[in-house]
């Protein structure tokens, strides 16, 4: 499922071209981010690569079989000055920036009573504050980019929450919104704003959760990182507001939107079987 996005004037009814392209990719030592980076740089495009893990990162810039390289910068997004620095670094050694493709996150599962500040603040920080302000770094060498976009890596739980999932859910809802009030302020600059609502993808998303374990009923059939990052990259190209790639995610979309009822009761079944085979084990990292 693909959204097009309004048009205003012959700029936005042309497919957009990515080769070439200077693309900030964060996210990209694992899953999505990883996958976007590569098909990026198999496109043509200048990519810097960010995430905290260096080795992962050198991993990425190995693996590239690209004629332009991969560059990277490891370090915490939430880090304003790593941040800042890495806007700053991006935009000198790709010579501007045109695409930001925002996919770095994580999750935190449990009762919202058991979750403590800290993991709420973790991960609105992680799943939606950096995400903002990145962009709010990136706005001025995207207003002078060429034929720049924006794209934020959703959730399809930023349409309808499921319950252990309230802060994940809170910031993807966030950040759809956030999405919508860009898409229409940066039309005068010719940026597009793309919304990635994504259902389940094979990550290391379970693996490094904030806090909490995968509960047990949810072990769907999870798209792939390759998938979903070609997803992305058609939706560039045809510059579509959102996309939602995958048929369960449409599924879970169109539910949603008529018949949120029906998720409701789903998981609240699924929830009295979890409390009836024992409590949701719950641990936080730091």
Same mark, same amino acid.
């Given at each position: 499922? &693909?959204?097009?996005?309004?048009?205003?004037?012959?700029?936005?009814?042309?497919?957009?071209?990515?080769?070439?392209? $200077?693309?900030?990719?964060?996210?990209?030592? #694992?899953?999505?981010?990883?996958?976007?980076?590569?098909?990026?740089?198999?496109?043509?495009?200048?990519?810097?690569?960010?995430?905290?893990? @260096?080795?992962?990162?050198?991993?990425?810039?190995?693996?590239?079989?690209?004629?332009?390289?991969?560059?990277?910068?490891?370090?915490?997004?939430?880090?304003?000055?790593?941040?800042?620095?890495?806007?700053?670094?991006? @935009?000198?050694?790709?010579?501007?920036?045109?695409?930001?493709?925002?996919?770095?996150?994580?999750?935190?599962?449990?009762?919202?009573?058991?979750?403590? &500040?800290?993991?709420?603040?973790?991960?609105?920080?992680?799943?939606?504050?950096?995400?903002?302000?990145?962009?709010?770094?990136?706005?001025?060498?995207?207003?002078?980019?060429?034929?720049?976009?924006?794209?934020?890596?959703?959730?399809?739980?930023?349409?309808?929450?499921?319950?252990?999932?309230?802060?994940? @859910?809170?910031? =993807?809802?966030?950040?759809?919104?956030?999405?919508? #009030?860009?898409?229409?302020?940066?039309?005068?600059? =010719?940026?597009?704003?793309?919304?990635?609502?994504?259902?389940?993808?094979?990550?290391?998303?379970?693996?490094?959760?904030?806090?909490?374990?995968?509960?047990?009923?949810?072990?769907?059939?999870?798209?792939?990182?390759?998938? &979903?990052?070609? &997803?992305?990259?058609?939706?560039?190209?045809? $510059?579509? @507001?959102?996309?939602?790639?995958?048929? $369960?995610?449409?599924?879970?979309?169109?539910?949603?939107?008529?018949?949120?009822?029906?998720?409701?009761?789903?998981?609240? $079944?699924?929830?009295?079987?979890?409390?009836?085979?024992?409590?949701?084990?719950?641990?936080?990292?730091?």
């Amino acid at each position: 499922m &693909a959204v097009s996005a309004p048009h205003s004037g012959n700029w936005r009814r042309r497919r957009r071209d990515l080769t070439g392209k $200077r693309a900030i990719v964060t996210g990209a030592s #694992s899953g999505l981010g990883r996958a976007v980076a590569l098909a990026l740089a198999g496109r043509g495009c200048h990519v810097l690569a960010t995430a905290r893990r @260096a080795d992962r990162l050198e991993e990425l810039a190995a693996a590239s079989r690209a004629t332009v390289p991969i560059g990277y910068a490891a370090g915490d997004l939430c880090d304003p000055n790593f941040r800042s620095a890495m806007v700053i670094a991006a @935009a000198r050694q790709l010579g501007g920036i045109d695409l930001v493709i925002s996919a770095a996150g994580a999750g935190a599962i449990g009762p919202f009573r058991d979750t403590t &500040a800290h993991t709420f603040a973790r991960i609105i920080d992680l799943d939606f504050n950096a995400h903002a302000e990145l962009i709010r770094d990136c706005l001025p060498h995207l207003t002078a980019g060429n034929d720049s976009a924006i794209v934020f890596v959703g959730s399809i739980l930023g349409l309808h929450p499921l319950p252990l999932h309230s802060e994940y @859910a809170a910031a =993807k809802a966030a950040l759809r919104s956030l999405a919508g #009030s860009l898409r229409l302020e940066l039309t005068a600059d =010719k940026i597009d704003v793309m919304l990635a609502t994504l259902g389940p993808i094979d990550s290391e998303f379970w693996g490094s959760l904030v806090a909490g374990q995968r509960p047990t009923w949810s072990r769907g059939h999870p798209m792939s990182a390759d998938q &979903a990052a070609a &997803a992305i990259l058609s939706g560039l190209e045809r $510059r579509r @507001a959102e996309i939602i790639p995958g048929w $369960r995610a449409q599924a879970y979309a169109f539910l949603a939107r008529f018949a949120p009822g029906l998720i409701d009761r789903a998981a609240a $079944r699924n929830l009295s079987q979890a409390r009836d085979v024992g409590p949701t084990t719950h641990h936080e990292t730091a």
